[in-house]
């Protein structure tokens, strides 16, 4: 039997990127407004955002919005310093998608095929003084590609058959 990826597994494995990256101190998910930026929240943060999940022929792609952030100074002195690093993360975490074997084996289960894809290129943009303390880093979107055989002899249902 084969198993393929879900929702649960890619946020899961995201989370686990940001958790082992020795830069990230905090990762998130969920709607950005919902972040609790004011509390003792650890920088820098990753953050992960749902955006969309496109449907096509044995396949899904899930499409996150990825944002890096950390503390400017309020003199703005380490902006470019904090710029740099957030890119070099988001790099990091672009690479892994792209082309890192440390995937592989990620969240996987017995007779799994652990298989996720990325493709094209990913815009990275940055942000500056975009919450009340003075966070600045960058945003892309990332999309995730996994296997999906739209199979419906599993569906929840009680009968596949024709609907009348």
């Known amino acids: 039997m084969t198993y ?8 899961d494995t995201l989370k686990q990127l ?11 998910t969920g709607d950005l407004w919902t972040l609790d930026l004011e ?13 969309s999940a496109v449907a096509s022929t ?6 996150f919005q990825i944002f890096v952030m950390d503390i400017v100074f309020p003199d703005l002195s380490n902006e470019q310093e904090v710029l740099s690093d957030c890119l070099q993360i988001c790099n990091d975490l672009i690479g892994t ?3 890192g074997e440390s995937l592989l084996l990620s969240n996987q ?6 298989k996720y894809f990325t493709e094209g290129d ?8 975009r919450f009340s303390n003075a966070l600045t880093g960058w945003v892309f979107t ?6 999906n055989e739209y199979n419906t002899c599993i569906a929840p249902q009680s009968t596949t058959d024709a609907i009348h």
């Open 109 to 114: 289960a017995l007779n799994d095929l652990p």
């Open 97 to 99: 998608f792209k082309n």
């Open 39 to 51: 509390k003792e929240t650890m920088f820098p943060l990753m953050h992960i955002n749902p955006v």
């Open 4 to 11: 393929f990826k879900d929702y649960n597994n890619t946020v």
């Open 58 to 63: 044995h396949q899904m792609t899930l499409n």
């Open 122 to 129: 990913i815009t990275v943009e940055p942000f500056t003084e």
């Open 18 to 28: 940001g958790a082992n990256h020795y830069q990230i101190k905090t990762t998130t």
């Open 142 to 147: 990332l999309p995730v590609i996994i296997e």
